[in-house]
DNA sequence: TACTACATTTCGCCC
DNA sequence: GGGCGAAGTGTAGTA
């Protein structure tokens, strides 16, 4: 038998319990003492199942390690890749039992109807670890960063460009920037924050044709982003569309012509 | 101080260390010996920087949880979804180091480069475990299995429609079924595994204006999906393509008409 | 709730 | 290694 540790706090709930090797009875207790408000650990040989949008079997008894946060993320993690094998996103909820003392978990999700169930006939750890979430959180260079960029100064992407919208909304999607050039041509501008593909350039040429069609005159199209693919260049061009590079960096500049 | 517990293994590698409460330089031991083995947890009040792509800071120190997997995936959870906070990718490589007595995780990836920086002050908890890998994984009911579907019976697309191809390669991209009609017509077929939106209906244009214009004559196009958005069907509409609606079920049969 | 598009997308496949 | 597109995408924003 492992040991078992729940962390002595003067009565309040401690941040961290940490049992080795508990008896299935013990871990289904700590599982159902934390997960509401802990992110719990659970390291052990399981099998597992998961049904809903998709479907897939894990029927390997391996060693797997769980994870599951107070909001309802739920995912079984194997020895690589970022992401997890088996999961259910968030909000969904977790349930424990037992049952002919294998520990069972079963995380539902109701919208859409999804459901992971995880067997671990052997239990080699249970963790219980409170954590804090980061307010005001931000993540700079990305594409709403290169679009406000222009729209404090359009001139990085044509002299005497105007902004008209941001955010134009259309029934074929929404523009991330109209503007109007030197002539009075509307121009449709289209942002990307990394390589631009042929869906990149598709999605420009489908605001331009839909805009060019509903004010019956023609409109130009601008595709800024760091670099372009060579068969999405062909493509942008064969169509009279426009690509106007931007420096891929935090600054977000855009480069000289 | 904590519990250090290397369990004995017999001389063998463990598959589980864990320590509570360790000194950073315990800490820094433990995870310098497996990291290249075992997956990593590492729980304490941190604070983090990440930049690469893009750029980003978790300047209050709070507790959260470090995942790092021997095939350099490495992640910075919080208390709440299901994407870490911060990340790298596999495959990165992962640096400790201690400085003034605070353990410091250095996460590097080389291309494109990006690093992740981790000062962990107070360190409550590091676990090491081995996991295992699924082979032959998969996961049932994707895209694939609905070509898969089609290809095999094109009646339930439509009656009389005869397959030509599969993956057919265009300059615009690949079309995932390409068909003739009862009449001889070209059917072009774009299958969804969920409800197709406008860029759906984009892509099933791009590939059907390419294949008109280059054959000379009409083309038809249908898209395959368990349903479509109202925008996204009227655009579908408004260039002349069909809709087919796909059961969305994991046996990925289709509905009647 | 539905819909739209981004993402440090990640991941797998094919060239 | 680059290009391309799917994903059980997840996530945020908006109507």
Known sequence: MGITRFIDNGGQTPDLDALVDPAP??????????????????????????????????????????????????????????????????PST???????????????????REVVIVDIPVIRFVGAVRLGVTSNYRVFGTEDDLVNAIVNNPSIVEDDLQVIAREYHTIVGDIDILGRDSRGNLVVIE???????????????????????????SVRGILVAPSISSTAYRYLRQYGLEFRRAQRSNSLGLSPP
């Not at 739920?74 to 992401?83: L, R």
């Not at 977790?94 to 859409?112: A, D, E, H, K, Q």
């Open 94 to 112: 977790l349930y424990v039992s037992m049952n002919l003392g294998i520990l069972t978990l079963r995380s539902v999700r109701v919208n859409p």
């Open 191 to 217: 942002c990307k924050r990394n390589q631009a593909g042929p869906e990149a350039v598709n999605q420009l040429k489908r605001y331009v044709e839909h805009l060019s069609q509903k004010e019956g005159r």
């Open 25 to 90: 009875m013990e871990a289904l207790k700590l599982i159902n003492l934390r997960k509401s408000t802990h992110v719990l650990l659970i390291y052990g040989d399981m099998v597992a199942s998961y049904e809903g949008r998709a479907k897939s079997q894990l029927e390997d008894l391996m060693p797997r390690l769980v994870i599951s946060k107070p909001d309802g993320t739920f995912m079984v993690h194997e020895s690589n890749k970022e992401k997890p094998r088996l999961w259910n996103p968030p």
